[in-house]
Nanobody
Framework: QVQLVESGGGLVQAGGSLRLSCAAS????????MGWYRQAPGKQRELVAG???????NYADSVKGRFTISRDNAKTTAYLQMNTLKPEDTAVYYC?????????WGQGTQVTVSS
């Protein structure tokens, strides 16, 4: 089992920044992918950004150039730096740890961007 604890969400004005953290604990393997997803009211959950154990990253087109995903393998923690936030970024953000075909999810953290 893997447990994920997210932090760093909150309320911010448009144009502002937030940094989300996701700390993983439990049975952590050396090769795994971590990702950030988000779900806005009435919408499906979507991938925001992902990072492999080797450091390769991918981003949704809507956040490219504004968001940066990173990870600290020693701390088994992933981060999502979000800059130039827009009202449409408002959502619950979820961290996901993937090992093979198994996904573990965090409880989610609310991000609200006011205009």
């Amino acid at each position: 089992q893997v447990q994920l604890v997210e932090s760093g969400g909150g309320l911010v004005q448009a144009g502002g920044s937030l940094r989300l953290s996701c700390a993983a604990s439990g049975r952590i393997f050396s090769i795994y992918t971590m990702g950030w997803y988000r779900q806005a009211p009435g919408k499906q959950r979507e991938l925001v950004a992902g990072i492999t154990s080797g450091g390769s990253t991918n981003y949704a087109d809507s956040v490219k150039g504004r968001f940066t995903i990173s990870r600290d393998n020693a701390k088994t923690t992933a981060y999502l730096q979000m800059n130039t936030l827009k009202p449409e970024d408002t959502a619950v953000y979820y961290c996901c740890y993937t090992f093979g075909s198994i996904d573990y999810w965090g409880q989610g953290t609310q991000v609200t961007v006011s205009s």
